[in-house]
């Protein structure tokens, strides 16, 4: 029998059971300290269902989980994750006004709850996050999002790059947060489907996603500060689209 709890798959043949049970597996930690072989079997296991996998010193599963994991944990989503066209399909086919959220890079799983939570609220169809680099969509997570992630489709994707194609040949604006940018929110035409991206606190919005943007679009100031967490500014985005849309109905 496989040995979990409510997010971890613990030891390879937990790992394997879960694999073949169809598990929602996020991403799998595989210790430094495996023998080769059981790593090239491991990986060659994951990365053909294109699970995410990261191969760390043991002393970061140590941290992960306490367990004797055997240098193998794999964490579990307590959620059901979307393809993003299939989500499109389904807004279109309930007759309301496609509007996703784009998370590119953002780890922090308090961002993305409070993101999530806001996105909830303030009624839009989605959220779409990375299969790498992307906050885990765990307990914590859901804590944070006040249940929301519990209400929202969540679609995760391989390429977020391509799905930003995708969606921008069905027609879908892609709109940007930028601070540098002349045109303000409540400047901008909402009222088209549209995909909204926010980028890490970091670094942004990545290079070729930035390309991308069909709209870039700044949140009026007048602080001295002159930077807001991403979760705020994804709320005021959420808030005015809402608010222009509910104006439309």
């Given at each position: ?39 090239k079997e491991l990986l060659k296991l ?125 027609g879908f604006v892609v709109i940007g ?67 222009q849309n509910n104006q439309k109905k």
């Open positions: 029998m496989m040995e979990q709890n409510n997010e971890w798959l613990i030891g390879k043949n937990a790992l394997k059971e879960g694999i073949a049970a169809g598990k929602r597996i996020q991403k799998v930690y595989l210790s430094d300290t495996l023998d080769n072989e059981t790593l994951i990365r053909a269902q294109k699970i995410s996998v990261l191969v760390v010193p043991k002393s970061k599963l140590d941290r992960l989980n306490r367990s004797n994991h055997q240098g193998v944990l794999a964490s579990i989503s307590p959620i059901q994750f979307y393809k993003t066209m299939d989500l499109v399909t389904h807004i279109y086919e309930q007759g309301q006004h496609p509007a996703l959220a784009l998370l590119d890079g953002i780890t922090d799983v308090h961002n993305f709850g409070a993101i999530a939570r806001s996105a909830e609220i303030f009624g839009l169809g989605g959220i779409i996050i990375g299969n790498k680099n992307s906050a885990p969509v765990n307990y914590e997570a859901i804590k944070s999002s006040a249940g929301a992630l519990l209400q929202i489709p969540v679609c995760k994707e391989n390429n977020l790059l391509h799905t930003v194609k995708e969606l921008k040949a069905q947060a930028d601070e540098k940018a002349e045109q303000t929110i409540e400047q901008l035409n909402m009222t088209k489907p549209c995909v909204m991206v926010f980028g890490s606190e970091g670094e942004g919005i990545s290079y070729d996603l930035k390309k991308t943007l069909d709209q870039h679009v700044k949140i009026p100031q007048i602080g001295k500060i002159n930077s807001l967490n991403v979760s705020v500014s994804a709320g005021i985005f959420f808030y005015e689209w809402m608010k």
